[in-house]
């Protein structure tokens, strides 16, 4: 110990922890070595001042465990103002999203539905009698109200 | 609530000096093992968790509010120096004593502790304060054992440069 270094033995352990054959070598040491009389000088204060910090305690006051309960119930009271909130919300967007897709329907009937209708009025007008007779637009892609209109459509409206 | 409030008090104690400030993490700690109760699997102590409980809320607190100042000499009060003078002066031991045991030397304490970090200061307060086992420390913060040693280590070696930095030697 003696031709030791001892810095490292007063960090590794508090120094409480030191039995007594230790200190001793320890004490030795530090009278022949500046460096870790410094060191073992402030190992030695800093132990005491640790333990006096930690003499320092605090009993709970007579209203601690009323103010906890009380913070508990605002905890609670909060967190279920928060669900429910949040329930208010998810059943709006519930709503709005329902009605969003009720309009899309709508718009869908009133828009897309009747122009359908007119575009199948408007193909079988491209058809003439000729075409149909002599087969020009091909048979199997016509239906049975095209070749009608086809066929009779002009003379109807001459008629009329 | 009541049987464990000491402990949790004890504890917090090492982390904060004032009354209101221990009585806050007491409170905050109580409040989290009410609503984690259920993760509570009954195979350690409860008293071991509810340490565990306490000294993470601390340390969170205390990283919150993170604040490390260097700390010189002249930042000691005229007590404090006095305190570090006798001390290196070896005065009688009753004199010591009786200041070791005043709050001149906590204060003292807690302004170096104040320089260091949070996990240092769980350490030394632990393991070189109230003489906890590196198995304690461990199980109270969670680090592990070999973990708990190098931190240990480390805080003290901190501890002592910034004594010595004080005392001026």
């Known amino acids: 110990m003696r031709d030791e270094h001892v810095k490292k033995l007063l960090d590794e352990a508090p120094l409480s922890s030191l039995g007594k054959a230790e200190l001793a070598s320890v004490r030795a040491h530090v009278e022949s070595c500046d460096e870790c009389r410094r060191a073992f000088d402030a190992a030695h204060l800093s132990s005491r001042l640790l333990q006096s910090r930690a003499a320092e305690t605090f009993e709970p006051s007579p209203f601690f465990q009323t103010r906890v309960l009380a913070a508990l119930r605002e905890r609670r009271a909060a967190e279920e103002e928060r669900w429910t909130f949040a329930g208010l919300w998810k059943s709006a967007g519930l709503l709005v999203s329902s009605m969003a897709a009720t309009v899309a329907a709508l718009a869908v009937f009133t828009f897309v539905a009747p122009q359908e209708q007119t575009t199948g009025q408007e193909v079988a007008g491209t058809y003439t009698a000729e075409s149909v007779i002599f087969d020009e637009a091909g048979d199997d892609q016509m239906t049975y109200e095209q070749v009608l209109t086809s066929l009779y459509g002009d003379e109807d409206e001459a008629a009329r | ?169």
């Open chain 2, 1 to 169: 609530m009541r049987r464990h409030s000491p402990r949790v008090f004890r504890t917090a104690s090492r982390f904060f000096r004032r009354r209101e400030q221990v009585e806050e993490a007491a409170q905050e700690v109580f409040l989290k093992a009410f609503t984690q109760l259920d993760t509570y699997e009954g195979r350690g102590s409860f008293e071991g968790w509810l340490t565990r409980i306490t000294t993470n809320t601390c340390l969170n607190l205390l990283r919150s509010a993170r604040r490390r100042p260097e700390l010189s000499a002249s930042d000691l009060s005229e007590d404090e120096g006095a305190w570090l003078e006798h001390n290196m002066a070896g005065e009688a031991a009753a004199r010591q004593q009786s200041f070791e045991r005043g709050v001149v030397a906590a204060d003292l304490a807690d302004k170096v502790l104040s320089t260091m970090s949070e996990d240092d200061r769980v350490v030394l307060m632990m393991m070189d304060g109230e003489e906890a086992s590196v198995k304690e420390v461990s199980e109270a913060t969670g680090w592990s054992e070999s973990n708990v040693k190098v931190k240990a280590m480390r805080a003290r070696r901190r501890m002592r440069e910034a004594v010595e930095k004080l005392l001026g030697i």
